[in-house]
């Protein structure tokens, strides 16, 4: 009787021992899981930039990236008033530390469009330059597809652009993102004409308008207007606060 309760203590204690070893091991995996999608996001919004960036961006090793973004990024959140949010307002929101970098942006997406946070980068170079990076969310031919779009000092020139998505077909609507050739056409497209805003139309069948308009992706148009969409609603949604900063 007495050797049955000593295994069972024993086949307890090492029971125990496992689920803890388990725990530390899923914890650690999850703590290294965040890390890595942090990364990828901050090396996706400075790839709007990756034109101002010293060196060959794509070979950027995740501590450069971290160190652009703690020297040459500021941060902050807004909404569709142009209210900026402060740190503590953030917190109160359940925001980890306050920071834009932390925003659920699809969560955010399923807000009505008056209630969501939105996120600013504000890029200084290190010749002082200075460039606006707004967030834009939309949908793509079969899901989500989002972008990174970065502004000059006149807050209506693209000096870059970045684009991602959940899942276009490869060789199509992919190429919003593989394509690398036709996301360089938005540099120096504007979003206004005069104090008019404008946004950049993708259109099929080749850009008739050069200021505001990039050709299409041939094969590819439902994601096309997809991005069209998503620039027009996405940057005016930020106009209110463009025009705090341009007061």
Do not use: C
Not at 26 to 42: A, C, T
Not at 188 to 201: A, E, N, P, Q, R
């Amino acid at each position: 009787m007495h050797s049955t309760t000593s295994i069972i203590r024993f086949v307890l204690i090492m029971t125990s021992i496992v689920a803890l070893i388990l725990a530390a091991l899923q914890n650690g995996l999850k703590s290294k899981h965040d890390q890595n999608e942090s990364i990828y996001s901050k090396k996706a919004t400075l790839a709007a930039v990756s034109n101002h960036i010293a060196g060959d961006f794509a070979t950027l090793k995740d501590n450069d990236v971290q160190k652009i973004f703690d020297e040459q990024i500021e941060q902050v959140v807004v909404d569709q008033s142009g209210k900026v949010y402060s740190t503590e307002e953030l917190i109160e929101r359940g925001i980890k530390e306050g920071k834009a970098e932390n925003l659920d942006l699809s969560r955010e997406q399923k807000k009505p469009a008056a209630d969501r946070l939105r996120p600013v980068y504000k890029f200084t170079k290190s010749d002082g330059s200075v460039y606006y990076i707004l967030y834009t969310r939309g949908k793509g031919l079969w899901d989500a597809i989002w972008g990174n779009i970065a502004l000059e000092s006149d807050l209506s020139t693209i000096a870059g652009v970045s684009f991602d998505h959940k899942g276009e077909t490869p060789g199509l609507g992919a190429e919003i993102k593989d394509n690398k050739s036709w996301v360089r056409q938005f540099i120096g497209k504007k979003i206004y004409d005069g104090d008019k805003f404008m946004s950049v139309t993708v259109r099929k069948g080749g850009a008739k308008d050069p200021v505001h308009e990039v050709d299409g992706i041939s094969g590819a148009t439902i994601t096309a207007d997809g991005v069209s969409d998503m620039l027009e609603s996405g940057l005016k949604a930020y106009e209110p606060y463009l025009k705090t900063i341009k007061s």
